[in-house]
């Protein structure tokens, strides 16, 4: 059975086989997908038509969703089939979806906590990265396992509807992920979750993914982490503008400012009137990333795939806003983590949680045969952890 992982940002009860798998021509990719999720894009491009209206979406939504279509039709046009494709058999608008990949990160306000391991800091030797994504509440998170006619097979999760993906892992145990980052030094280009595909698509180690993200179009601000087996960077990146820091036998934590030596000029945060006017998770970016690195430190030496799982259970504070695990309303607006993944270059696995992390235990996908264990589909939190415990491993 083909079907969706219908995990959104409140929970719900899973189907049977929670992957959707894609495979095929971009167009294929688009019908497959769209009629596999069909529910869980409508969901996701109505809510962001509706935050966009709520937040007075400062840019004109047209002419950035036309800038966009102009980008692809010169640099993808394959990504224009698969998006009308897509909205054919889901029944939404392709001028909707369109503009939902185009500004749905900045509209549904995403932001993420990530950790890249590697050398003498795990307990392996192996490299890890590790994201919690951070997100308005109901946004419908999907796990895709795609086999690109003309590139490397991979397994993630992103928001239902995107051709791009949040964070994942591919055939060759490369690993990528995200934190937006807000800047200035914006223009045409790719958003940053089809970057992270791409990259998935078209690289075999940890270094050929650096070299991508720093060679492709960019339209804007973000973090990328990347591991293989062996080897972790983070690349900061903008328009034009990007930074390389390798993590070598050594932890890293990421949020959502850039920390990279030369990027802070690109910074667009105003942090001194943040907590008035942003609603959005910038506001917790200096306390996240102080939480989670005093917590990585605290396991240098020792760090594995399960002490990445818990830091995304981290529920430390009275402040919810600034958990790792987040729940939180800020001015005014739902917000709380909905998916994490771990990822084991070594293993090729991803390790993946929708929903709220501290009610989901993680559960290992192989990129060739993802495995839901029954226990993962019912029950209480108790019994599934008990019961998935070897596969937590």
Avoid at 138 to 149: I, K, M, T
Avoid at 190 to 201: C, K, M, T
Wanted: proline content about 3%; charged content about 25%.
């Amino acid at each position: 059975m083909l079907t969706a992982f219908p995990f959104g940002g409140d929970g719900a009860e899973a189907n049977e086989d929670p992957t959707i798998y894609l495979k095929g021509n971009a167009k294929e990719i688009g019908q497959q997908y769209g009629k596999l999720a069909k529910e869980e894009i409508q969901q996701n491009v109505t809510l962001f038509k509706q935050t966009a209206a709520t937040i007075q979406l400062d840019m004109d939504y047209a002419e950035t969703a036309a800038t966009y279509e102009e980008f692809l039709s010169n640099e993808n046009p394959q990504q224009i089939d698969q998006l009308k494709a897509m909205a054919e058999s889901t029944g939404v608008s392709y001028d909707d979806l369109l503009a939902f990949n185009a500004l749905g990160e900045e509209v549904l306000a995403e932001g993420c906590t990530t950790v890249l391991a590697s050398g003498d800091a795990t307990k392996s030797g192996n490299a890890f990265y590790h994201k919690n994504r951070d997100a308005m509440r109901g946004a419908a998170q999907v796990v895709v396992q795609v086999e690109p006619e003309d590139g490397e097979k991979f397994i993630g999760i992103t928001s239902a509807g995107y051709t791009g993906i949040a964070m994942g892992i591919n055939e060759h145990g490369v690993s990528v992920g995200n934190n937006v980052l807000d800047t200035w030094d914006r223009g045409p280009g790719y958003g940053n979750l089809d970057v992270i595909r791409l990259a998935l698509e078209n690289t075999e180690d940890a270094a050929d993914a650096v070299a991508f993200i720093e060679e492709i179009q960019r339209s804007s601000g973000s973090n990328y982490g990347i591991a293989d087996s062996d080897d972790a960077a983070f690349v900061e990146a903008t328009h034009t503008a990007t930074a390389v820091q390798w993590v070598e036998d050594d932890v890293m934590v990421h949020t959502n400012h850039y920390i990279l030596d030369g990027m802070e000029q690109y910074e667009a945060l105003d942090r001194d009137n943040l907590k008035d006017n942003d609603w959005s998770w910038y506001v917790s970016t200096e306390e996240r990333l102080s939480r989670a690195t005093d917590l990585m430190e605290q396991a240098t030496g020792k760090i594995d795939s399960q002490t990445l799982i818990k830091l995304s259970e981290d529920q430390d504070g009275p402040d919810s806003t600034y958990w790792i695990d987040s729940q939180a309303e800020i001015n005014g607006i739902p917000m709380g983590t909905v998916s994490t993944g771990t990822f084991d270059g070594s293993k090729e696995r991803m390790w993946g949680q929708l929903g709220q992390p501290s009610v989901a235990p993680a559960i290992p996908f192989d990129v060739d045969r993802p495995h839901i264990p029954d226990p993962f589909l019912s029950g209480k939190q108790s019994e599934r952890v008990k019961e998935t415990i070897a596969n937590r491993n």
